[in-house]
């Protein structure tokens, strides 16, 4: 309630994209809301501080963490303020709040509560990368970081094998040689990708080629934020059943193991090795 004892409108949410790393590409608005919000939820208040110091900002409201660990506890806090009439500047490391970062469940909740929500459009390292592979970027799907261990990350790419759009992974530096790996198997090392790392920061890479280049690459180590653009498959699950155990029986008379044949007809027609093995069982070939 304000001083007369009369409920106050609700604050509004501000969603603020941050630079991935050069300072100079935050925006008019965000420099504006990082100075006058009241409340700013930061995914790392110190990173938040030398942002601001960079930008030459003197952060005035309160400054709250809001990263993974403790996003469950802290949703209820910050919707408590938005309800109560505060606006609450919401800003992750790098990029948008939501993709891949702390800010669904504050979204999500305030959407719920019929709160306002704004966004302060910038940097993203999904567009950015995209942009920068040479790929085909008209249609394209985001899919975050691949699970961690070897299993759930293999099955994650066998479901992507008949995926005819431009993907584009987030993959940490210590697991990139690895993820690759697996998309080479999954996807062949032929198709072709970009390794993008550290964007707009001094030492951006871009590497283009095929997987398996790529994969050989990596294997000495990388550092440094990670995005990956792969290109979709051409050729989408066009075979006819019997075309694709006709395939696997030829590789196998030509000398390669079943596994084997069966993996590279499904990367070559786009449809998951489960969809030629039952085509090899069903044929008996």
């Known amino acids: 309630m304000d001083g007369d004892g009369e409920s106050r409108p609700p604050g509004r949410l501000i969603l603020g994209a941050t630079p991935l790393g050069n300072p100079g590409d935050a925006s008019a608005r965000l420099r504006s809301a990082l100075a006058d919000t009241p409340v700013v939820a930061a995914e790392d208040t110190r990173r938040l501080r030398r942002l601001a110091g960079d ?32 606006d609450v500047l919401l800003v992750s490391d790098a990029g948008m709040p939501s993709v891949s970062d702390p800010g669904y469940r504050l979204v999500r909740a305030a959407v719920d509560a019929d ?19 040479g790929l085909p ?14 299993g759930p990350r293999e099955r994650a790419l066998a479901e992507l094998a008949a995926e005819s759009r431009t993907m584009v992974f987030f993959e940490a530096p210590h697991r990139i040689a690895a993820m690759l790996a697996a998309a080479v198997d999954v996807f ?6 970009a390794v993008c790392r550290e964007l707009t920061k001094t030492y951006e890479e871009v590497r283009r080629g095929g997987l398996g ?15 990956v653009v792969v290109q979709g498959c ?35 027609h786009g449809v998951p090795k489960r969809t030629v093995f039952d085509a090899v069982v069903a044929y008996r070939l």
């Open 55 to 86: 930008l030459g900002v003197v952060l005035t409201g309160r400054l709250l963490s809001y990263f993974e660990g403790n996003e469950l506890a802290r949703t209820p806090e910050l919707l408590a303020l938005l309800v109560g009439g505060s």
């Open 234 to 268: 051409s050729r989408v699950g066009t075979a006819e059943p019997g075309e694709l155990a006709a395939e696997v029986a030829a590789r196998e008379a030509a000398g390669q193991p079943r596994k084997e044949a069966i993996g590279g007809v499904a990367r070559t």
């Open 115 to 133: 709160i306002d929500i704004s966004c302060l459009p910038g940097p993203s390292a999904v567009t950015t990368a995209l942009a920068l592979s």
């Open 188 to 193: 062949g090392a032929d198709r072709q990708a």
């Open 213 to 227: 280049e790529l994969a050989a690459w990596a294997q000495a180590g990388l550092r440094g934020e990670i995005t």
């Open 137 to 150: 970027a008209d249609r394209f799907c985001f899919e975050g970081f691949l699970p961690r261990k070897a």
